[in-house]
Nanobody
């Protein structure tokens, strides 16, 4: 079974920092994309940042300059460093991975973590 486990969420004061981690484990042949989504109360889930195995990254414009995504391919882990946090960053953050479980898989599939809550107080 494939499992994605997030960690690092919590309560932080505005202007503070948090580092989210997501480790993928289980039956994994390869991982192409890994990324982070977030969903605030009453709002649609949005893509925050992505990173490919080849090193390409993308970060949501509203968090650019504050958030940084990185990967450790050897550990099947993706990170999200969040600095200068604002109350509007408050959301449940979900880890996502596009992966193949075996070499015989024709296509990769999306897997999701259960989410970690980030709360930024004023």
């Amino acid at each position: 079974q494939v499992q994605l486990v997030e960690s690092g969420g919590g309560l932080v004061q505005a202007g503070g920092s948090l580092r989210l981690s997501c480790a993928a484990s289980g039956s994994i042949f390869s991982i192409d994309g890994m990324g982070w989504y977030r969903q605030a109360p009453g709002k649609q889930r949005e893509l925050v940042a992505t990173a490919t195995s080849g090193g390409s990254t993308h970060v949501l414009d509203s968090v650019k300059g504050r958030f940084t995504i990185s990967r450790d391919n050897a550990k099947n882990t993706v990170y999200l460093q969040m600095n200068s946090l604002k109350p509007e960053d408050t959301a449940v953050y979900y880890c996502n991975a596009d992966l193949r479980t075996t070499e015989s898989d024709d296509f990769g599939m999306d897997y999701w973590g259960k989410g970690t809550l980030v709360t930024v107080s004023s």
